[in-house]
Each structure stands twice: as structure tokens, then as C-alpha cells.
């Protein structure tokens, strides 16, 4: 049985260690056939390193590598092209000199792969430029440019606009070198989390081609489940492979929807333990310093309907929760339409792994419950698994209950209908309910309904002064049930909630 590639992120390392290798080399030729510059964004630990470290081989001519590979009999290996990597993936630029410092690093790696030696008093975007032309002539031929991580300096400060600013100035300046150089240039491809505007920072490089979302592209990163029951076949065949798909499937990319390989590799690795094991190397701090900015509507955040405008509105001055939710790997699209007014999405997490993480982070931001959010997820859960209708209004009632005073203090969040049902929606989701808010039918639109094998919890929220018993009324005279007849049971949930006592003031339920 072949070894695991975790953390591997060199083509090398990995055909001559016997490691498992899920082959993108028929995709990398269909990239190289022809001259370009391309753009690529996927989410972190999404093998786009690997995939660049696959291009540098091929680019270099290093043939043996690829023995039994889609590309082996294919490429023209005794054409080999000198090549300029830049990965910015490590390490944390905090000024612009960290970034300054650390992209002359890197240069100076490159100058000794390729023997050219680069005057010490230059700076990186001079360093840059001098590599190229010297790599031109010296080799004779031209030059492959690979950026992995080309957004990590701005990332690393997103909630600190001023320093964002300035590493995206210094990083426009040191990508103008490739825009005026394309005598020297034969391929270029870049890598990121992000797609910052192109105008912004890769000003003058019309010719970059986005394949962020081309259908043909849309495997290249990521595994398939074709490749988990292949490639992976040894290693998963005692894996519950239905449920390994519900819990990492799902990342569309109008290709096959595919899985990250950092939760496939750890899943085996733990023997088939299934853990959040990709949410839990990230930091999504961020995300809530940005939901602190606005009030945000919880489900509408994970069923979200973007356009085109809306996913690529991504630059230091103005950043778009939504679009970082998706380009994050926080969010995917799930439907795609054409409208009068052009492309539309729809966005929602992508699998159970996500739905549960993303969902107790809101509940943090919504509640600032850490350590008693636990106790509330399970009593919630059993409540609604045997059922036990009333002992779910108890759980709901001592949850709100116990959301600190404090927590509203500069906030006016419980002011706001939408502030209990993100919270119960929130916690649902957690649990891995199916969740769909904001739930149509032919007669109106139910706040959420919530699936747990055979059946269906239909609920609807008010905000009111007094109990009045209007959700439930509302429930049953616009016959919301009806779409869902096929479950065995069915439940009809009204709530009333009071801003003033912050709870539960009116429950009701029935039975159809």
C-alpha cells in the first residue's frame, strides 16, 4: 500500500518516496500546449502547490518522474525552459519590509537554481526583473513564471486596511515586472485564495486568463470520488464511503465536485475518524471581525444568491463577506443560472464539515458562547431525535437564557427578528441538520425547515410584545407542510421571541 502524500507538496518527494500521486498531468498539458498566463484561485491546502511543483518538473524536462503518468508520452521533454518560482506561502509579512525581505529570499534560491547571480543592493521588484532577462539570455530560451500564494501578504493583514493597502501597492510593483517583460515571458501561472482585482494589482496584464471556474479546469485541484474509489481504493475500502462524501464532498467548480486532499489524507490516516481536520488548521478569526462590521442575516449567508460582480468584488477598500466566504473554501456554488441581467449563483456550504464548523463560529459571534456550546448542541439534538417537542422549547429557552448581558452590550442584534432565528438556525446547522432557511413553497416562504432522517421540522419566528400564537397560525394557513407529505413525521414549530426579555415568550406545535 502506497504511503500518503500529508503535507507533501513536491512532485518529487512523492513518485520517488512511493507515495500516492492522483494524476493532474492530463490537465497540466491541455494548460502548457500553448503560451499564456493564467489565474487560479482555491481554497488553502487545496493542492495548488503541488500542482505548480508538477508544472516546474514539467517545464524542466524532468521526464522520469512521469513514467506511467498521462503526460509521459506526450511532451516534448527535450524542450526545457528555465523557471521563476515565487511562493509566498510561508511565513507572516507583518510591513512591507518583512515582505521586501522575504521575496529577496526567495529570489536568491532561484538565482542559484539557475546559476545567475544578482546584485545584493537591488530590490525585489529590480531582482525580479533581472532574473528574467538573464535567465532569457543565459538559457536561450524563454521564461516560465510559477506565483504560488500570490495574495498571502495581503491576506495575512485583511483586517488592517492600511497595511493591506500597502502590500498590495508593493505587490502591484513587483507584478508589473511581467507585464513588461512578455518578449521574455513563454508561460505564467499564478496561484491564490483570493481573486483581487485584476485591475488593482496585475494592472496592464490584460492577458491573464481567470480559470478560477472554467468548467475544463475544474478538476485541478482536489480529489474526485472516482479518484478516492481508484487511486484510494486500498486504503478506503472499509470507509462508510457514502458518509465519507456527505462530510468532505461537495467543492464544485464546474467540473466533478471534488473533496480537499488534506481531509482525505488525515481521514485515512485516522483511521477513518471523521474530525474537521481541514477547518481546524485555518484561522477564521477574521471572519467574525467582519461579521462585527455589519448585521448579517446567518442563513442567508449559506444560501446566498451572488452574481458575477458580487464573487469577484474582492480588493483592500471594499470586501465582500460573501465572496471571501466562497473564495475561502467557506462557502460553494451549488446552482448556476442565466438571468436578463447575466450569471447568477447560488452559495452554500459545500459539506458537513463545513456546515457544523462554520455554524458554531456563528454561534460564538452570535451568542459568545464557547465552552457551554456543546451542552446546548447535544440537548438540542436529542430533543429533536426522539422527539421531545417540549423538552426542545426547555433547551431553547435556558440557551437564550444564558447569553450574557454583556454580549449585547455594543450590539443591537437581539433588537432584530432575524438575531433569534440566526441563532436557532445556527445551532441546527451545527449539529448537522438539513437546514434550508428561508424554505419556498407555492404559498409563501417558512423561516427554516429541518430534516433529521424521517422527518421534518417546520418552524416559523416572530418578534412580538406578547404571546399571540401568530406563528403557528401562519404555519398552517399557508400549508407550508404540504411539499414535505413524503416524511413520515412532520412538525409544525411556532415561536414568538421578545427583544425586551431576549427569549422565548410564546411556543407552539402541532403534529400533521
Not at 376 to 381: A, H, I, R, S, V
Not at 482 to 503: A, M, V
Request: negative net charge; hydrophobic residues 35%; aromatic residues 16%.
Amino acid at each position: 500500500m502506497k504511503n500518503l502524500p500529508i503535507g507533501i507538496q513536491t512532485l518529487s518527494k512523492i513518485i520517488e518516496g512511493d507515495f500516492v500521486y492522483v494524476d493532474k498531468t492530463e490537465i497540466a498539458y491541455s494548460l502548457i500546449q500553448k503560451a499564456g498566463y493564467y489565474f487560479l484561485s482555491r481554497p488553502r491546502r487545496f493542492g495548488k502547490s503541488l500542482f505548480l511543483d508538477t508544472l516546474k518538473e514539467i517545464f524542466e524536462g524532468n521526464k522520469e518522474l512521469f513514467k506511467g503518468l498521462y503526460i509521459y508520452d506526450k511532451w516534448d521533454w527535450e524542450v526545457k525552459y528555465p523557471v521563476l518560482r515565487v511562493s509566498l506561502g510561508s511565513g507572516v509579512h507583518k510591513t512591507v519590509q518583512d515582505l521586501s525581505e522575504n521575496l529577496l529570499w526567495i529570489l536568491k534560491k532561484t538565482e542559484r537554481d539557475l546559476g545567475i547571480n544578482c546584485n545584493t543592493n537591488l530590490k525585489p521588484k529590480q531582482c525580479f526583473e533581472h532574473l528574467l532577462f538573464s535567465a532569457y539570455e543565459k538559457y536561450n530560451q524563454k521564461v516560465v513564471i510559477l506565483i504560488d500564494e500570490y495574495d498571502k501578504p495581503i491576506l495575512d493583514n485583511i483586517t488592517d486596511k492600511d497595511v493591506a493597502r500597502e502590500m498590495r501597492d508593493a505587490m502591484k510593483d513587483f507584478y508589473g515586472v511581467i507585464k513588461d517583460n512578455d518578449a521574455y515571458i513563454q508561460f505564467v501561472f499564478i496561484t491564490g485564495v483570493s481573486k483581487f482585482s485584476k485591475m488593482n494589482l496585475f494592472s496592464g496584464l490584460n492577458n491573464l486568463e481567470d480559470i478560477t471556474l472554467h468548467p475544463h479546469y475544474g478538476n485541478i485541484c482536489g480529489y474526485t470520488h472516482n479518484d478516492l474509489l481508484t487511486v484510494f481504493e486500498e486504503h478506503l475500502r472499509e470507509a462508510d464511503m457514502q458518509k465519507v462524501k456527505q462530510w468532505y464532498n461537495g467543492y464544485n467548480y464546474f467540473g466533478d465536485k471534488v473533496y480537499n486532499p488534506f481531509d482525505i489524507l488525515l481521514f485515512i490516516s485516522n483511521e477513518f475518524e471523521f474530525r474537521n481536520y481541514w477547518w481546524e488548521t485555518g484561522n477564521p478569526s477574521f471572519l467574525i471581525d467582519m461579521l462585527k462590521t455589519q448585521n448579517y442575516y446567518i442563513p442567508e449567508l449559506e444560501n446566498f444568491t451572488a452574481n458575477e460582480e458580487i464573487l469577484n468584488t474582492f480588493d483592500v477598500e471594499r470586501i465582500e463577506l460573501v465572496a471571501l466566504l466562497w473564495q475561502t473554501g467557506y462557502l460553494t456554488i451549488t446552482k448556476k443560472s442565466s438571468t436578463l441581467f447575466g450569471i447568477k449563483y447560488l452559495l452554500n456550504t459545500p459539506n458537513r464539515e463545513i456546515q457544523t464548523s462554520l455554524n458554531s463560529l456563528f454561534i460564538t459571534y452570535l451568542t459568545g458562547q464557547v465552552t457551554e456550546k456543546l451542552k446546548y448542541q447535544e440537548k438540542l439534538f436529542n430533543m429533536l431525535d426522539k422527539p421531545d417537542l417540549e423538552g426542545f422549547k426547555d433547551a431553547l429557552f435556558t440557551l437564550f437564557a444564558s447569553i450574557s448581558y454583556t454580549n449585547f452590550t455594543n450590539s443591537k442584534l437581539y433588537k432584530y427578528e432575524g438575531y433569534y432565528g440566526s441563532v436557532v438556525y445556527a445551532y441546527l446547522a451545527s449539529i448537522g441538520l438539513d437546514i434550508i432557511p428561508e424554505d419556498i413553497t407555492n404559498l409563501g416562504r417558512m423561516d427554516l425547515s429541518a430534516k433529521l432522517e424521517d422527518k421534518v421540522f417546520i418552524f416559523e419566528f416572530k418578534l412580538a410584545e406578547k404571546a399571540t400564537g401568530k406563528a403557528l397560525k401562519q404555519i398552517k394557513e399557508k400549508r407550508y407542510w404540504e411539499k414535505y407529505q413524503d416524511f413520515k413525521d412532520i412538525y409544525l414549530i411556532g415561536i414568538e421571541f421578545s427583544r425586551e426579555q431576549r427569549n422565548i415568550i410564546g411556543y407552539e406545535w402541532e403534529k400533521v
